[in-house]
């Protein structure tokens, strides 16, 4: 989940690296086994120093970095990706000009901030200095030295010959938080930046609307990405025709408030929202349903599994789980969400490209796809790197380690067989109605019966939900 939040990945150009891109990921794990507070661990990532191919937070900021193009663009690139994930503020338009004319429809509070005010933020970044180093000799790859300046400041200063992506930038100027126009009161402006950012309230309410959205589906603000500023206080209602944001605005400052007293620890909130009445809710609905119960949460909301999910819900299901070696790991990996980046196992093609066609995406140009699809259908129908894991001995002599391999060795009852395949694809029983369906289309050939029954189970819509 957080790494694709960060998507600090290998392929992006070379900057990251396979060295890189292991510390992070290693990184996050220790997030969450330790259960580190996550203040600490965002300050880090904004405050990041030293080699990016021995220490893990700077290569979040490498992540950021625009090839090719001015400082002030990846200044600007990094801030927006801060404001987003950390205060749910997408700030991306109001770094290229000003909000009015442009985002009255879309974001009250970013309508009337100024592109001044952005260039205000972006300057606590502009006295970070990253150093591009090649790794080896044919500059394949590079890592960053990252430190901070003593002096300096945001100016509009570029090549004619390399502009950048963004409108022209007039002036120079010193930071100054857009939110509420706090200045630093030191020289280290990051650290600064990582003070106020997470002593703001909105992280609480950010970071929390973030994991609200991952176990609901939506968001008490949805987008997470989308937040509004000038319209979160119910006793200060903003002008019509806007209304209030989030649908409970009492919930997401009662989470925010739990957040923060558990020391921004991530796992008591998760854990908070697991046991909850609301998530344990049944995705049926008794009575009729109307969109309006949307916003109340009134039922689950299905989630279809993430590719690597899927993966690793059919290799487990077949009992046909494949190493998968890894540069840099010391033992191979059998899950698929164990894996650093989307463009692992670069040396298993066939369990890269079924992550592929599940829509794993790559972290950088391509988002994950998490939809259903006839495509997504029929490839799960027809696809022989799917269907052979749900073969037995005979018709798949290399698989014979196959859980309908498996059934076939013992002398197991056909009631029994069926209960185990359905346990172990859907993680339930089968119903009467399904016992007898199963039953009454036994083949003579117990292995291709074996086989049918697991192949339909992977192919049940409720194989690729969470429910």
């Given at each position: 989940?957080?790494?694709?939040?960060?998507?600090?990945?290998?392929?992006?150009?070379?900057?990251?690296?396979?060295?890189?891109?292991?510390?992070?990921?290693?990184?996050?794990?220790?997030?969450?086994?330790?259960?580190?507070?996550?203040?600490?661990?965002?300050?880090?990532?904004?405050?990041?120093?030293?080699?990016?191919?021995?220490?893990?937070?700077?290569?979040?900021?490498?992540?950021?970095?625009?090839?090719?193009?001015?400082?002030?663009?990846?200044?600007?690139?990094?801030?927006?990706?801060?404001?987003?994930?950390?205060?749910?503020?997408?700030?991306?338009?109001?770094?290229?000009?000003?909000?009015?004319?442009?985002?009255?429809?879309?974001?009250?509070?970013?309508?009337?901030?100024?592109?001044?005010?952005?260039?205000?933020?972006?300057?606590?970044?502009?006295?970070?200095?990253?150093?591009?180093?090649?790794?080896?000799?044919?500059?394949?790859?590079?890592?960053?030295?990252?430190?901070?300046?003593?002096?300096?400041?945001?100016?509009?200063?570029?090549?004619?010959?390399?502009?950048?992506?963004?409108?022209?930038?007039?002036?120079?100027?010193?930071?100054?938080?857009?939110?509420?126009?706090?200045?630093?009161?030191?020289?280290?402006?990051?650290?600064?930046?990582?003070r106020i950012i997470v002593n703001d309230?909105?992280?609480?309410?950010?970071?929390?609307?973030?994991?609200?959205?991952?176990?609901?589906?939506?968001?008490?603000?949805?987008?997470?990405?989308?937040?509004?500023?000038?319209?979160?206080?119910?006793?200060?209602?903003?002008?019509?025709?806007?209304?209030?944001?989030?649908?409970?605005?009492?919930?997401?400052?009662?989470?925010?408030?739990?957040?923060?007293?558990?020391?921004?620890?991530?796992?008591?909130?998760?854990?908070?929202?697991?046991?909850?009445?609301?998530?344990?809710?049944?995705?049926?609905?008794?009575?009729?349903?109307?969109?309006?119960?949307?916003?109340?949460?009134?039922?689950?909301?299905?989630?279809?599994?993430?590719?690597?999910?899927?993966?690793?819900?059919?290799?487990?299901?077949?009992?046909?789980?494949?190493?998968?070696?890894?540069?840099?790991?010391?033992?191979?990996?059998?899950?698929?969400?164990?894996?650093?980046?989307?463009?692992?196992?670069?040396?298993?093609?066939?369990?890269?490209?079924?992550?592929?066609?599940?829509?794993?995406?790559?972290?950088?140009?391509?988002?994950?796809?998490?939809?259903?699809?006839?495509?997504?259908?029929?490839?799960?129908?027809?696809?022989?790197?799917?269907?052979?894991?749900?073969?037995?001995?005979?018709?798949?002599?290399?698989?014979?380690?196959?859980r309908v391999a498996s059934l076939l060795?013992?002398?197991?009852?056909?009631?029994?067989?069926?209960?185990?395949?359905?346990?172990?694809?859907?993680?339930?029983?089968?119903?009467?109605?399904?016992?007898?369906?199963?039953?009454?289309n036994r083949r003579p050939n117990r292995?291709?019966?074996?086989?049918?029954?697991?192949?339909?189970?992977?192919?049940?819509?409720?194989?690729?939900?969470?429910?």
């Amino acid at each position: 989940y957080f790494s694709n939040r960060f998507q600090v990945t290998s392929a992006y150009y070379q900057l990251i690296g396979i060295p890189g891109r292991n510390l992070f990921h290693n990184y996050i794990r220790r997030l969450i086994s330790e259960d580190r507070p996550y203040n600490t661990f965002v300050t880090e990532l904004i405050t990041a120093t030293g080699d990016t191919h021995r220490l893990a937070p700077g290569n979040f900021l490498m992540r950021g970095v625009q090839q090719g193009d001015p400082i002030q663009d990846t200044w600007d690139t990094l801030v927006n990706e801060i404001t987003t994930q950390f205060l749910g503020v997408q700030t991306q338009c109001v770094s290229c000009h000003d909000g009015r004319r442009h985002l009255e429809p879309i974001n009250l509070y970013l309508s009337v901030r100024r592109r001044e005010e952005f260039m205000r933020l972006s300057a606590f970044m502009s006295r970070m200095q990253i150093t591009e180093v090649n790794v080896d000799a044919f500059n394949q790859q590079r890592k960053g030295i990252i430190s901070d300046l003593s002096t300096g400041a945001y100016h509009g200063i570029v090549s004619p010959q390399n502009p950048g992506s963004r409108p022209a930038r007039i002036g120079t100027f010193e930071p100054q938080y857009m939110f509420t126009g706090e200045e630093p009161t030191s020289g280290a402006w990051r650290r600064e930046l990582a003070r106020i950012i997470v002593n703001d309230r909105q992280f609480a309410r950010a970071t929390v609307n973030y994991l609200w959205v991952h176990f609901f589906r939506s968001g008490i603000v949805d987008p997470p990405t989308g937040w509004d500023m000038a319209r979160l206080d119910p006793k200060n209602p903003p002008p019509a025709p806007w209304s209030i944001q989030p649908t409970h605005p009492a919930l997401i400052e009662a989470l925010a408030d739990e957040f923060i007293r558990g020391g921004y620890r991530l796992r008591p909130i998760i854990r908070l929202m697991a046991q909850s009445a609301a998530y344990q809710l049944s995705s049926r609905y008794d009575g009729a349903w109307k969109p309006d119960y949307d916003l109340y949460f009134a039922k689950h909301t299905p989630r279809r599994l993430s590719a690597e999910e899927a993966y690793d819900a059919l290799a487990t299901a077949t009992m046909t789980e494949t190493p998968m070696f890894v540069e840099g790991f010391d033992q191979p990996l059998e899950r698929a969400v164990q894996l650093p980046d989307p463009t692992e196992p670069r040396f298993t093609d066939s369990v890269r490209n079924l992550l592929t066609n599940l829509g794993r995406g790559d972290w950088w140009r391509l988002p994950p796809r998490n939809e259903g699809s006839v495509v997504l259908s029929l490839y799960l129908m027809n696809d022989s790197n799917v269907n052979q894991r749900t073969f037995g001995l005979q018709r798949g002599q290399q698989n014979s380690s196959t859980r309908v391999a498996s059934l076939l060795a013992t002398a197991i009852t056909d009631d029994e067989a069926i209960r185990q395949l359905f346990l172990a694809t859907l993680g339930r029983q089968p119903s009467d109605a399904e016992m007898a369906v199963a039953l009454r289309n036994r083949r003579p050939n117990r292995e291709d019966w074996f086989t049918d029954i697991q192949w339909s189970l992977i192919n049940k819509t409720e194989f690729m939900f969470n429910h």
